[in-house]
């Protein structure tokens, strides 16, 4: 059987995790640029990818410093997501009782849009940090719930009966069966919930805020200054991707025997 042929560097770099992605990032720059010039749309209505390049360049340094207040916010509402949304999902998963009470609030909970009650947030905790945490948590944990849910409940009886029978306390059979089984399905929910938490901590900058990147949109926003509300949205996309990178690099620290961290994964047709 004749052995593979070594792949050259050109082969390589295509092949690399992060050129794709960004191959069609740029395609998708090109195609912005053609579609304004072919069909002629104003600057007022949207601007041009050199417009926001240049923009990105010359207030990089305002745009950071907005930026954290933003990255503080969405940090702090994911961890409280995470630090809550994980013990509910285990009371709900581990008794029937809270599931009939807790679990039908929470999906009712999520019909009421975020943005129509953050504004309560601003009159009841002022125009400080407190409100965009809160709307980031609010965001965030909903999807923690419902896959850490899904995640303890597809747990094998066999196994946790198989550990009850080595004498394992409920303790030992907890960290030894339930959690390592729910993890993965706990990590897909959290990658959900810490985009999501960006997006919950620009509707607090939206309602009540004089500084971050809500701010700064709503601001372009009232001086159709489109250049610079497309480079905030850059810079929030940019958040998004690095603390979704984040969570992905603790998943794989944390759970490398899943099947879902091997790189040989083929899938059947």
């Keep these: 059987m004749a052995e593979p042929k070594p792949q050259s560097a050109v082969s390589k770099m ?11 990032l740029v395609f998708i720059i090109v195609a912005w640029d ?7 749309i104003p ?6 990818p050199a417009d926001v390049v240049a923009v990105l360049r010359t207030d ?32 709900i998963a581990g008794s029937k009782t809270v599931e009939s009470y807790v679990y039908p609030l929470l999906v009712f909970s999520q019909s009421v849009p975020k943005i129509a009650i953050a504004p309560l947030f601003v009159v009841w905790f002022g125009f400080g940090i407190v409100p965009k945490v809160i709307s980031a948590f609010l965001l965030g944990f909903f999807p923690v719930v419902v896959s850490a849910v899904q995640g303890f409940k597809s747990v094998d009886p066999d196994m946790v009966d198989l550990a009850r029978a080595m004498q394992g306390s409920r303790l030992q059979v907890f960290l030894a069966v339930n959690l390592p089984h729910a993890l993965p399905a706990i990590f897909s929910g959290l990658k959900v919930s810490v985009t999501l938490a960006v997006v919950g901590a620009v509707v607090g900058e939206f309602v009540g805020s004089n500084s971050g990147i809500g701010y700064v949109m709503q601001r372009s926003i009232g001086t159709f200054d489109l250049p610079t509300m497309f480079a905030a949205l850059v810079i929030l996309a940019l ?14 620290l944390i759970i490398p025997w899943h099947v879902s961290q091997r790189d040989d994964v083929i899938f059947a047709s």
Excluded at 14 to 24: D, S
């Design 34 to 40: 053609l579609a304004i010039r072919l069909f002629n």
């Design 60 to 91: 990089w340094p305002e745009l950071l410093r907005q930026s954290w207040p933003t990255t503080y916010a969405t940090v702090c509402g994911f961890v409280l997501s995470a630090l809550f949304g994980i013990p509910v999902a285990m009371l």
């Design 43 to 48: 600057a007022y209505q949207i601007p041009a």
């Design 239 to 252: 958040l998004g991707v690095i603390l979704f990178w984040i969570v992905d690099r603790i998943e794989k």
């Design 14 to 24: 295509l092949n690399a995790a992060w050129v794709r992605p960004l191959l069609f």
